[in-house]
T-cell receptor, first 112, second 115 residues
C-alpha cells in the first residue's frame, strides 16, 4: 500500500536558520507529491507540489524536489521566519489522483 | 477566494449520541472529502464524494456515514459516537483533477470530544 513517512517533530529553529524536513514515501505507480501547511487554528493549505520525477516545487521560499531514486520529497527553506511556525504535512496522491495519503506531520517552531 | 466552512469549531458529545458534522463550500466544487486528524497519524480519509449523492469509502470509514444531497454541502455522521472517535475532523473540497491540478481546499476543522 501507499505510505508517507516524515521526521517527527517538533523541529525548533532560530530565525534565519536553514530548514530541512525529511519525507519519504512508498507507492505503486508514479504519484504526485505535495507539501501542505497548517497554521495554528486553521485548515491545511497547499504549499507546493511536484507531479513527476526531478520536478522541483517551490513557493514562499520553500522548495522540494521529487527524487524517484530515493523515494523522497524533502522540504527545505534557506532562512526561516517566525511566521513559518506551523505543522507541515507531506502527502502523495493515489486512486488516479482522487485521494491523498498524508504523513504524520512535523511541527516547526521558529524562535526570534 | 475559496471558502470551506464547518458548522462548529468545538463539539462535545456523549457516548452513543448521533453526531452530525456539516461542511459547506462556496466554489461549486464537485469533489468533497472528510478526514480525521490525529497526532502522529496525520490526516486519514474517512469518505470522499465525487458529486451529489455519490460517495466512496476512504481508508477508515468504519463507524461513519456521509450524506451529499446538495453540491455545496457534505455531512459526516457518527451514528453512535464512541470515545475513540474523539479527534479533529477536517473537510475539504476540490474541482476534479485537470492535468496536474489537484489542490484540495480545507476548512478550519471541528474538534470533537466524545465523553
Amino acid at each position: 500500500g501507499n505510505s508517507v513517512t516524515q521526521m517527527e517533530g517538533p523541529v525548533t529553529l532560530s530565525e534565519e536558520a536553514f530548514l530541512t524536513i525529511n519525507c519519504t514515501y512508498t507507492a505503486t505507480g508514479y504519484p504526485s507529491l505535495f507539501w501542505y501547511v497548517q497554521y495554528p487554528g486553521e485548515g491545511l493549505q497547499l504549499l507546493l507540489k511536484a507531479t513527476k520525477a526531478d520536478d522541483k516545487g517551490s513557493n514562499k521560499g520553500f522548495e522540494a524536489t521529487y527524487r524517484k531514486e530515493t523515494t523522497s520529497f524533502h522540504l527545505e527553506k534557506g532562512s526561516v521566519q517566525v511566521s513559518d511556525s506551523a505543522v507541515y504535512f507531506c502527502a502523495l496522491d493515489y486512486n488516479a489522483g482522487n485521494m491523498l495519503t498524508f504523513g504524520g506531520g512535523t511541527r516547526l517552531m521558529v524562535k526570534p | 477566494d475559496v471558502k470551506v466552512t464547518q458548522s462548529s469549531r468545538y463539539l462535545v458529545k456523549r457516548t452513543g449520541e448521533k453526531v452530525f458534522l456539516e461542511c459547506v463550500q462556496d466554489m461549486d466544487h464537485e469533489n468533497m472529502f472528510w478526514y480525521r486528524q490525529d497526532p502522529g497519524l496525520g490526516l486519514r480519509l474517512i469518505y470522499f464524494s465525487y458529486d451529489v449523492k455519490m460517495k466512496e469509502k476512504g481508508d477508515i470509514p468504519e463507524g461513519y456515514s456521509v450524506s451529499r444531497e446538495k453540491k455545496e454541502r457534505f455531512s459526516l455522521i457518527l451514528e453512535s459516537a464512541s470515545t475513540n472517535q474523539t479527534s479533529m475532523y477536517l473537510c475539504a473540497s476540490r474541482v476534479p483533477p485537470l492535468e496536474d491540478y489537484y489542490e484540495q481546499y480545507f476548512g478550519p476543522g471541528t474538534r470533537l470530544t466524545v465523553t
